[in-house]
């Protein structure tokens, strides 16, 4: 049996989702979670086999969710289930090590087999995912934030809105949401929460 764990804050979401796998032989559905901590707590109490991995989610997305959960198991298998096939959502699941990328609207059966290749060690990506990746790995070595887009970057993990970067740089708030933007796609990141831990995790901040 192979036993998956749902994680989505829709509640409409994990129903279909359950109500379809669990017609499926071999599959067992072992828990549901509504954001991305209670996923997290989940994984490692129930010990899944498969982990159907939504992004956005409260209180931890799915990105950071499943970099929690494969530190603690590599031998999870993560895949995420989701609406968002932009650059910010694809690479950084990608890396965090989600091991397999649908979206949504994927038929119920190739839902299915899925999660049976990714059981298996292989890795499923929807058509635009595959392309947002291929694009990745041809493109150019992205540049490195510039001087300013750090001290950006240190007030945004040090908590402070966009107003008060402003204010404490001597700019604009439409300047600060620039900054933050191409901080956020020369990092490969999806949002400033992870900006803030990108920060903390490499000791720019104390």
Do not use: W
């Amino acid at each position: 049996m192979i036993r998956i764990l749902i994680c989505d804050d829709h509640e409409i979401v994990r129903r279909g989702l359950r109500s379809y796998l669990e017609t499926e032989p071999g599959f067992e559905i072992v828990g549901e979670a509504a954001d991305g901590e209670e996923t997290v707590r989940m994984s490692g109490e129930l010990r899944p086999d498969v982990i159907l991995m939504d992004l956005v989610m409260p209180r931890l997305d799915g990105v950071e969710a499943t970099r929690r959960i494969l530190a603690e198991r590599p031998d999870a298998c993560v895949i995420v289930l989701t609406s968002y096939t932009d650059d910010n959502k694809v690479i950084p699941a990608l890396k965090a090590g989600a091991r397999s990328y649908m979206l949504k609207d994927v038929a119920a059966e190739e839902l299915g087999e899925t999660v049976r290749r990714a059981y298996k060690g292989e890795s499923v990506l929807h058509p635009v995912a595959a392309q947002r990746v291929l694009r990745e790995m041809t493109a150019p070595k992205g540049e490195e934030p510039t001087e300013r887009e750090l001290e950006v970057l240190l007030l945004v993990a040090q908590g402070l809105s966009n107003a008060e970067i402003g204010a404490r740089l001597f700019i604009t708030e439409r300047t600060v949401k620039a900054h933050i933007t191409s901080l956020l796609a020369k990092l490969n990141l999806s949002d400033r929460t992870q900006l803030a831990i990108y920060a903390h995790t490499r000791g720019l901040v104390k």
